[in-house]
């Protein structure tokens, strides 16, 4: 419920959620309003995420009528129709509805917002509640800019994403990488352990905030250190170019302990609901990943 948040925490959902909207938008959704619901779809990625239905922003409901013709319109496009909304903004009995209605809850996703707890350290304690300020010697990092830094950056990306070795990366993969770093819209970050470079992140920026919105880890290599550094540097990186908001959606329990250690605290939950006996079978991995290159 929003009674929940505090007048800050509403003020750093409203910016949250504005830079979402404005993140859709770039990568070419289209939005379209059917009364109390909005419908979204992407002619070309079938993200879940880029194509679902919303509450129109405002309301506190929706109509069964309106979401039965999201998601009529969804399925007509070769989407499966899913139902995506933050619980901070409707109350309980929401939930409750779009049960009755017949969605199963698919996914939860904790949206987290980077908020460290100020204070020194007791003699021989780890810190907890912000990133640390340096790491494993053998660990170091990167954020490259360069046609040839963001090459070798996609190739690790897509190693830990999709558990595949790019042997040739082309150069239309790698140009809007540059010019998404050039114009300051994205910051890529590498985590090397003993100069081989094996993980990486993406961090979307959109005016005062950035979103971390991808991390990605090679196979073998998870927990070691490597994800702390990237989110470490991500963070610190973005601040220092002067975002005031810098959030996560997290998509596992393991990644939102890790967030919550270094100083991430929970802001609202991000639901998708679907009709699960109907298109479990038929739903398409996601692929959100895709939208790096």
């Given at each position: 419920m929003t009674s929940l948040l505090d007048r800050e925490e509403r003020q750093t959902l409203r910016r949250v959620q504005a830079h979402l909207r404005e993140k859709i938008f770039a990568?070419?959704?289209v939005v379209e309003q059917l009364g109390t619901v909005d419908t979204h779809f992407h002619p070309t990625n079938p993200d879940p995420h880029l194509n679902c239905a919303t509450p129109h922003r405002g309301v506190a409901?929706?109509?069964?009528?309106?979401?039965?013709?999201?998601?009529?319109?969804?399925?007509r496009l070769g989407r499966v129709p899913r139902l995506v909304f933050q619980d901070a903004l409707f109350p309980q009995a929401f939930q409750q509805q779009i049960e009755l209605m017949g969605l199963t809850l698919e996914e939860t996703r904790v949206m987290m917002v980077y908020r460290p707890i100020c204070g020194p350290d007791l003699p021989g304690e780890t810190p907890r509640g912000r990133i640390p300020q340096e790491f494993d010697k053998t660990i170091t990092v990167s954020v490259p800019t360069d046609a040839n830094g963001l090459a070798?950056?996609?190739?690790?990306?897509?190693?830990?994403?999709?558990?595949?070795?790019?042997l040739v990366v082309e150069?239309?993969?790698?140009?809007?990488?540059?010019?998404?770093?050039?114009?300051?819209?994205?910051?890529?970050?590498?985590?090397?352990?003993?100069?081989?470079?094996?993980?990486?992140?993406?961090?979307?920026?959109?005016?005062?905030?950035?979103e971390i919105e991808a991390v990605a880890t090679a196979p073998l290599w998870h927990g070691m250190g490597l994800e702390v550094a990237l989110l470490a540097t991500a963070v610190r990186t973005a601040l220092e170019r002067g975002c005031e908001i810098v959030f996560t959606i997290t998509p596992s329990d393991d990644f939102t302990r890790m967030c919550r250690?270094?100083?991430?605290?929970?802001?609202?939950?991000v639901l998708t609901f679907w009709l699960a006996e109907e298109y479990a079978t038929l739903a398409p991995?996601?692929?959100?990943?895709?939208?790096?290159?």
């Open positions: 990568a070419g959704a409901w929706v109509r069964r009528d309106d979401l039965s013709n999201a998601f009529t319109g969804l399925e070798r950056w996609l190739r690790v990306f897509r190693a830990g994403y999709f558990n595949t070795e790019l150069a239309s993969a790698v140009e809007p990488l540059v010019a998404a770093a050039d114009n300051g819209e994205a910051i890529f970050v590498m985590a090397h352990y003993q100069q081989t470079p094996l993980a990486a992140a993406r961090v979307d920026v959109r005016g005062s905030s950035a250690d270094l100083g991430f605290v929970d802001l609202t939950r991995q996601d692929t959100s990943g895709e939208g790096e290159t």
